[in-house]
């Protein structure tokens, strides 16, 4: 692939554009890049100022919007009656997103399949709502191998905002491009709840590259336990943290039926674990995760159960660096079995269960 060709988005997805899909284009909040970088031959990252709104013959943004619909439906001095498709286009609008504003930040872009017909003459503004959180919720699968690859786990401010998260205005918005009329639209609206103020993000350089993850059994399982993995790393408390990483060993340790915790421990150990002296530590460590006896007449010293069944905060229960060091085993006991199931994302899950019995004999059980 050409530095050229790279460099244009339209000519970088050039084939898929002939084939019927539609290029979009989301802002990254804090992702800086001084370079473009090809994550994979599905994601291409475009850092701050790297393209302009006429590279992509923008014809329709919300500012501009806004003032064209008010224009053609003035009733009178201050009165606008707005009806049929501009109601729907109106709301976009009023977000009040300007020309330029999206591209003086990162971009993010790869494909998407829209009705585009629809698209133009939307049945509601939830239409193009649905439109961006589905673009935002594919680019979220490489933003999430973003996070596990590249991110300090234990310092939030190093991860980016939702994919499509534009923090000037507050909205969610994203670019739109077909190549039959090589126009560009760039709709908004509410959709992220909640982001990520603290910090300066992340910084990546053009070596960044993203391995990919198949459409196989394993691969599905990867996908939801990479968006369970960063939802977890920006929990809003560490109480929170802790019981969503918990909850997450379990769906890595067994994705489709309830195991018992005495089993779940045993399936990551496997992943994680170098000999045996580090597999019988990571069980031991487990029963202060979990449920741990007390002297005789004392209290159950495991976290998860004074947390779940008697309601502490995980603060009240260990001091920080006492903290630093179970979020560091859970993230170690969550991250490395992901990484397997990557590795292993177009196969069954019975490559799983191989690859535990394999690691069972390599460890000396």
């Given at each position: 692939m050409t530095i050229?060709?790279?460099?244009?988005?339209?000519?970088?997805?050039?084939?898929?554009?002939?084939?019927?899909?539609?290029?979009?284009?989301?802002?990254?909040?804090?992702?800086?890049?001084?370079?473009?970088?090809?994550?994979?031959?599905?994601?291409?990252?475009?850092?701050a100022g790297s393209l302009s709104a006429d590279d992509l013959n923008l014809v329709w943004w919300p500012s501009y919007g806004y003032q064209e619909i008010c224009g053609r439906n003035t009733v009178s001095e201050g009165l606008v009656s707005v009806s049929g498709d501009d109601l729907h286009w109106i709301k976009s609008a009023a977000t009040g997103i300007d020309r330029d504003e999206l591209f003086s930040g990162a971009l993010i872009a790869f494909l998407v399949e829209l009705d585009w017909e629809k698209f133009l003459t939307p049945p509601s503004h939830e239409f193009h709502l649905e439109c961006i959180q589905r673009a935002s919720n594919k680019a979220e699968m490489a933003m999430d191998l973003v996070r596990l690859n590249?991110?300090?786990?234990?310092?939030i401010q190093t991860f980016p905002n939702t994919a499509g998260f534009h923090r000037k205005s507050g909205f969610t918005a994203g670019l739109f491009y077909t190549l039959s009329d090589n126009e560009t639209y760039l709709i908004s609206g509410e959709i992220v709840p909640s982001v990520l103020v603290r910090g300066l993000g992340l910084e990546l350089d053009r070596s960044a590259c993203l391995e990919?993850?198949?459409d196989g059994e394993?691969?599905?399982?990867?996908?939801h336990a990479l968006r369970l993995y960063s939802n977890a790393l920006t929990s809003s408390t560490e109480t929170l943290k802790f019981i969503q990483l918990m909850n997450l060993i379990e769906y890595i340790a067994s994705p489709f039926t309830y195991m018992k915790m005495a089993d779940v421990k045993k399936q990551i150990a496997r992943h994680v674990a170098r000999d045996l002296a580090e597999y019988s530590n990571i069980l031991e460590y487990f029963k202060f995760l979990t449920s741990e006896a007390?002297?005789?007449?004392?209290?159950?010293?495991?976290?998860?159960?004074?947390?779940?069944?008697?309601?502490?905060?995980?603060?009240?229960?260990?001091?920080?660096s006492k903290r630093t060091e179970v979020f560091r085993r859970l993230i170690s006991y969550c991250a490395i079995p992901?990484?397997?199931m990557i590795r292993l994302s177009a196969s069954d899950w019975a490559a799983i269960e191989?690859?535990?019995?394999?690691?069972?004999?390599h460890i000396g059980l």
């Open positions: 050229n060709r790279l460099c244009h988005p339209i000519q970088h997805f050039f084939e898929g554009l002939q084939s019927g899909s539609y290029l979009c284009l989301l802002p990254v909040d804090k992702l800086h890049c001084e370079q473009i970088i090809e994550l994979n031959e599905d994601f291409v990252l475009y850092p590249y991110c300090n786990p234990m310092v990919p993850v198949y394993v691969g599905l399982i990867a996908r007390g002297a005789a007449q004392g209290p159950n010293n495991g976290l998860r159960h004074n947390i779940i069944h008697l309601g502490r905060n995980i603060e009240d229960l260990i001091g920080p992901i990484q397997d191989t690859h535990r019995e394999n690691r069972k004999r």
